[in-house]
C-alpha cells in the first residue's frame, strides 16, 4: 500500500468539492482545531493546587459560555443588522474565552470533565460544554436569564461586560500563564462590549419616552442579580489567595464606578431593589440555576448528547 | 528553512485573502526541528476567530505541499495579537482592496477607559481618499473590523479596528 500525501491542486480553492475528499473526519459539534492549548505552557504554578485552579476556570468559563450562547440567540433577531452583527460577535469573543477556559479547567483538573461514551472524539472542553447538567454548571446567574427586548440586552451586555472586564483586568496578573493570557486577551474584546451596550443605554436613556422606559424596567429587572457577581465563593477566595484568580469583591469599586459613569450620562439613578436571593443560600456559583439554564441546556446540548461519536 | 518560511509566509488569511498571515502577524514563528519536521507558531486575532481551523489546514497543506511531511501547528496566547503587527504591506495590501487599515492600537494595560462618544479615530476613505468619514459600527462583517460609511463618496467599507 502506498501512502497517500495530499497535495493541492493548482486550482483548488476554485473546486468547493475539493476539500471533502481529503480524510480529516472530525468532532461534529465543535471545531477541528485540536487542541486550543496545543504549545501553549499549561503548568500549575508551584504551590497552586491544580483542582482549584480548575474549579476556578470552569466558573470563568461557564460564565463566558451560557451568556454567550443567550447573546447569540439574538443572531437574526436585533432591531438591525448593525446590532445583529455587533451582538453575533460579542457573543463570538465570549465563545473563543469559554473555549479557552473550559480547555484550561480540563488540563488543571482531568476529573473535572464528564466521561463520554467510548469512541467520542470529543475534545474536553466541549465534553465540559455539552455533557453537564444545569446544576454542573458554576456561571452566575445574570447570564442565563431568557431573552428580554433589545433594552434588556443592551443592559445584560453592559452590567456583564462591566464587571468582567473590571475581572480580566486584574486577571491579567495571574500566576497561572494561561488565564493571563486568555485575560489579556479578553480585556481587549470586553472593552468594545462594554463601550457598544454603555453607549446603547445612554441612546435609549435620552431617546424616546418608550425606549426610556423599557431600559429602566430592563435595568430595575436585573439589578437584583447585579450583587451576586461580587459575592466570594470559596473557590475565588483560595484562587485569590493563590494568586491565580481574581477576588470578585476585589473589583467591585472599580466596576461601579464605571457603571456609575454611565448612569450619570444617561440620567438614570441606581434602582432601589433588593439582590436576589439564594436558595438557601445557595446561587449560580454554587451550581444553583433557574430553570430557564435548563432548558437552554437542553437546546444546546441535545444533538450532541444524541451523538456522542458524531463524526463529519 | 528557507522553504519552510517561504512556504508559510505564502499562506493567506481565509477571511481577508489579500492578506498573508504573515502580514497580518499571524504567523509568530517558523522552526524546523528535524529532517521534514516543521513546527509554525500562530496567535489568534480574537478568541472566538472562527478562522484557526481554517489557517492551521491551509498552513499544514502549503508546508507539506513543500516537501515537510511532518507539520505542527502550534497556537500561542501570550502576547496577544495586536493590529500593530500587520506590516506595513499588509496594511497597503487592505488599503488596496478597500478596507481601511488601523491606526496604533491603544495601551491596554491598566483599566481600560470608558468611551461613551465613538471611538475618535482619523479614518480615510480607502475609495476615494476622503477624510469625511462616520462610525455605522464598532462591529463589522468579521470580529476584527468596524463599518464606517464615506461622506464625500458615500461608499460603505470595512475599518480594521485597533485592538
Redesign the interface.
Known amino acids: 500500500m502506498t501512502e497517500h ?4 491542486a493548482e486550482d483548488e480553492h476554485d473546486n468547493a468539492y475539493s476539500g471533502l475528499l481529503v480524510n ?1 473526519a472530525h468532532w461534529a459539534f465543535g ?3 485540536e ?6 505552557d499549561t503548568t500549575v504554578p508551584d504551590d497552586v493546587d491544580a483542582a482549584t485552579l480548575g474549579a476556578y476556570a470552569l466558573m470563568l468559563g461557564d460564565d463566558a459560555l451560557v451568556m454567550s450562547h443567550r447573546i447569540s440567540e439574538w443572531t437574526s433577531n436585533a432591531p438591525d443588522l ?2 445583529d ?2 451582538l ?3 457573543a ?6 469559554a ?2 477556559l473550559l480547555a484550561r479547567a480540563a488540563r488543571a483538573d482531568e476529573s473535572l470533565v464528564p466521561s463520554l461514551p467510548e469512541g467520542s472524539p470529543a475534545p474536553p472542553e466541549d465534553a465540559l460544554a455539552f455533557f453537564r447538567e444545569a446544576h454542573e454548571l458554576r456561571n452566575v446567574r445574570l447570564a442565563e436569564l431568557v431573552n428580554g427586548d433589545f433594552a434588556e440586552a443592551t443592559v445584560r451586555v453592559l452590567l456583564f461586560s462591566t464587571w468582567r ?2 475581572t480580566f ?1 486584574r486577571l491579567r496578573s495571574s500566576r497561572d ?2 488565564l ?3 485575560a ?6 470586553l ?2 462590549h ?3 451596550s ?2 446603547w443605554f ?1 441612546t435609549l436613556a435620552l431617546g424616546t419616552d418608550e425606549s426610556r422606559r423599557r431600559l429602566v424596567a430592563a435595568l430595575e429587572a436585573l439589578w437584583p442579580l447585579w450583587p451576586e457577581l461580587f459575592d466570594t465563593h470559596p473557590v475565588e477566595a483560595e484562587a485569590a489567595a493563590a494568586g491565580v484568580g481574581v477576588d470578585p469583591a476585589s473589583v467591585r469599586e ?1 466596576a461601579e464606578g ?1 457603571l456609575d ?2 448612569l450619570a ?1 444617561a440620567g438614570v439613578p441606581r434602582p432601589d431593589v433588593p439582590r436576589r436571593a439564594g436558595v438557601l443560600g445557595r446561587t449560580g456559583r454554587d451550581g444553583m440555576h433557574g430553570e430557564p439554564l435548563s432548558r437552554m441546556l437542553a437546546e444546546m446540548q441535545s444533538v450532541a448528547r444524541a451523538h456522542p461519536r458524531g463524526l463529519w | 528553512m528557507q522553504r519552510a518560511r517561504r512556504a508559510a509566509e505564502s499562506v493567506t488569511d481565509p477571511e481577508l485573502p489579500m492578506l498573508t498571515l504573515a502580514d497580518l502577524g499571524v504567523l509568530r514563528d517558523i522552526d524546523v526541528v528535524g529532517d521534514g519536521h516543521v513546527v509554525v ?1 500562530i496567535t ?1 486575532t ?5 478562522a ?2 481554517a489557517m ?2 491551509d498552513l499544514v ?2 508546508l ?2 513543500a516537501g515537510f ?1 511532518r507539520v ?10 495586536t493590529t500593530d503587527w500587520i506590516t506595513p504591506e499588509g496594511r497597503a495590501a487592505l488599503a488596496a482592496a478597500g478596507i481601511s487599515p488601523p491606526g496604533p492600537a491603544p495601551s ?1 494595560d ?3 477607559p ?6 475618535a479615530r482619523q479614518v480615510r476613505c480607502p475609495q476615494c481618499g476622503s477624510p469625511a468619514t462616520e462610525l ?6 468579521t ?1 476584527c473590523k468596524a ?1 464606517y460609511r464615506c461622506t464625500s463618496c458615500l461608499e460603505p467599507f470595512d475599518h480594521v ?1 485597533e ?1
Request: hydrophobic share 40%; net charge negative.
Open positions: 500525501i495530499h497535495t493541492p480529516d471545531t477541528d482545531f487542541d486550543p492549548l496545543a504549545g501553549v448593525e446590532d452583527i455587533a453575533s460577535n460579542i463570538l469573543d465570549l465563545l473563543g474565552q473555549r479557552l472586564l473590571a483586568e500563564h494561561v493571563a493570557a486568555v489579556a486577551k479578553g480585556v481587549k474584546e472593552a468594545y462594554r463601550d457598544y454603555a453607549r445612554v472599580a464605571v459613569q454611565v450620562a | 507558531a489568534p480574537y478568541s472566538g476567530c472562527p484557526m481551523a492551521r489546514d497543506r502549503e507539506r505541499g511531511d505542527e501547528v502550534r497556537v500561542s496566547l501570550d502576547p496577544a495579537w491596554s491598566g483599566p481600560i470608558l468611551t461613551l462618544l465613538p471611538t455605522v459600527s464598532e462591529f463589522g462583517s470580529a463599518q479596528k485592538i
